[in-house]
């Protein structure tokens, strides 16, 4: 609707200029402050120039009002407009809010957690804003595509065969040994123990086979994180390996060479990033010829980096923050623009039950298991709760709150106007077909509002997309709910004179929020059950 208007307000105008959604509705649905930008240009007052604006817009089809006020031009879209688009969203429910194809094109690497356990809260998080990220994208016109880098290559893969081995002698072979106080902890390991002394013969366990082990329990660990994955709505295009990148390193090396980018120092070889902003250099060679895990991960974002997309994103927890130079300073010393690096960070997230911490998982350890989240609250839930404060910072919430079948839980409040809507058409013994046809034309000040709210999901994702806020998204679901119910109860539909026209608005309302919901990843509800 927002570019459709754009548009219009364009072509009348000959120019660029900016336009602004309003808070108080009952002032204007849009405005735009073009008059301030033109007033050194025309030599006059923006008052005036608004006023002379004003002039142009006489009987046009779109607007029921346009007026000047201190200088801004001020848009209230007329009720026939808005029925033409509520009839054709009506009408193509699929396409509603959909962008045209962008030339625009992004790679996103999210979650990309260690294979050596299963996913924890923290995970959970950046994985939910990332799916979100992309569905949203993509139902906006971008080529959006998904990566998960995997890190199946040094000393955590080692760790994690050696922490199995051990485990097997103890659990399995009952040898007397001492588990390494640095191995993993968690009930997870003894399972694959248990498992790998079932799949492999008993001589088989030593350690000159504790690098085969590593990798036959990464492919299990991995399996298990795209189960986690999967049983959050989450599914990622392509999985790639940190060990495949290892023969492209001495290329690397050479092409940071060539460019200044590199200096050897103690027998190590030095990224020279204090030069592009980081607070000093850092080792990317040991003295003893392997690599560091920031060397691999150059190797990788300069593969990512020329692969043609115009935009390269990555979701990182917020312990990476000083990760971020080292990266943009490689980037720029292979000839890359790193503005086109962007790097969002997902801040921590604690847990409460009944306002008290949330257990740790004996599974995984010291941490509390995505999974384990999941299978007491749900998918959608969880994906709410996360995806409604920015993913820079903090969170806190109570999962009890999340099972509470009241207005104060905010998925249970939007399923209900959802649910509501569908339960009017069914006690008005009434179709969608029916009703499509109705004029809303005839909709009270408060009804038109509530028409345009509806209307108004598009422009809410392109922000939330354009800003990386996707928290718009939930924020406009529960205000639409809030002005949905608030309508609802003010006014009679049953039998009411104009029944077919509000029924008509409701079912856009029950579009926006289905609409709004799958895009979060989750289904909106036609019936609440206990």
């Known amino acids: 609707m927002k570019n459709i208007v754009y548009k219009e307000i364009y072509q009348i105008l000959g120019r660029e200029f900016i336009l602004e959604n309003p808070k108080d509705k009952s002032l204007a649905h849009f405005a735009t402050p073009i008059a301030f930008s033109l007033a050194k240009e025309l030599k006059k007052a923006p008052a005036l120039i608004a006023a002379d604006l004003v002039l142009k817009f006489e009987n046009h089809f779109c607007f029921e009002k346009v007026e000047a006020l201190n200088g801004y031009l001020n848009f209230r879209l007329s009720r026939e407009f808005l029925d033409t688009l509520a009839k054709k969203a009506l009408r193509h429910p699929e396409d509603f809010c959909k962008g045209e194809a962008k030339n625009q ?17 923290g995970h959970a998080r950046g994985a939910i804003f990332g799916d979100t990220l992309a569905r949203v994208a993509r139902h906006l016109g971008h080529r959006f595509d998904t990566e998960y880098y995997v890190n199946d290559a040094g000393n955590q893969i080692d760790l994690l065969g050696l922490s199995i081995l051990s485990k097997v002698k103890i659990l399995c072979l009952n040898e007397d040994i001492e588990y390494p106080q640095d191995a993993y902890k968690g009930e997870y390991i003894d399972d694959l123990a248990r498992e790998a002394f079932a799949h492999f013969e008993k001589d088989f366990f030593t350690m000159e086979n504790v690098s085969s082990l590593a990798f036959w329990a990464k492919d299990k660990m991995l399996d298990l994180i795209q189960q986690n994955l999967a049983q959050a709505n989450i599914k990622i295009d392509n999985y790639v390996s940190e060990k495949s990148y290892y023969n492209a390193l001495n290329s690397t090396i050479e092409s940071l060479k060539a460019h200044g980018g590199i200096y050897e120092k103690d027998y190590k070889i030095w990224l020279a990033s204090s030069l592009k902003g980081d607070e000093k250099d850092r080792v990317i060679v040991r003295d003893d010829g392997r690599g ?42 292979l000839g890359f623009d790193s503005k086109n690096l962007e790097i969002i960070l997902a801040q921590m997230v604690s847990l409460l039950k009944d306002n008290q911490p949330y257990k740790m998982s004996k599974r995984a350890g010291n941490f509390i298991l995505m999974s384990e989240i999941l299978d007491e609250i749900g998918s959608d839930a969880l994906r ?52 499509l046809e109705a004029d809303l034309s005839n909709l009270n000040a408060d009804g038109a509002n509530l028409l345009f709210e509806a209307l108004n999901l598009g422009a809410v994702l392109n922000d939330a997309f354009e800003m990386r806020a996707l928290q718009k998204l939930p924020d406009y679901l529960k205000n639409l709910a809030a002005s949905f119910h608030k309508f609802y109860y003010e006014n009679k539909v049953i039998g009411a004179e104009n029944e077919e026209s509000l029924l008509k608005l409701f079912a856009l309302v029950a579009l926006s929020i289905r609409t709004g919901f799958a895009l979060m990843g989750i289904r909106a509800k036609d019936k609440m059950e206990h």
């Open 105 to 121: 094109s992004f790679l996103l690497e999210y979650v990309s957690a260690n294979p050596t356990g299963p996913l924890h809260i």
């Open 292 to 333: 560091t895990y920031l060397a691999a991960d150059i190797v990788y974002h300069k593969d990512k980096m020329s692969r043609g997309y115009d935009k390269c994103i990555n979701i990182w927890g917020a312990d990476h923050h000083g990760y971020i130079p080292r990266m943009k300073a490689a980037m720029e010393f």
């Open 384 to 435: 709410f709760i996360f995806l409604s404060k920015k993913c820079d910072t903090h969170l806190e919430f109570d999962i009890d709150n999340l099972k509470k079948e009241d207005g104060s839980n905010p998925i249970f409040y939007i399923n209900y106007a959802h649910a509501r809507v569908r339960q009017i058409f069914l006690k008005a013994e009434k179709s969608l077909d029916d009703v």
